[in-house]
């Protein structure tokens, strides 16, 4: 299994790498942001109750 998930991070100004105007879900509005997105593989033996600890 691969989770994969995506956010904004929303930016004041143009001089980071990446940044322009769009939608974010973060502000709710068309800002200047960048979009990160993440992925992360559980342990094997994690459930949908186990949130990752080892029970």
Do not use: E, H
Request: aromatic share 8%; proline share 5%; glycine share 12%.
């Amino acid at each position: 299994m691969l989770i994969i998930d995506d956010t904004g991070f929303i930016k004041k100004d143009n001089t980071s790498a990446g940044v322009s105007r769009q939608y974010t879900g973060t502000s709710g509005k068309i800002d200047n942001c960048q979009v990160g997105v993440f992925a992360a593989c559980p342990p094997a033996r994690a459930g949908p109750w186990s949130a990752g600890s080892s029970a």
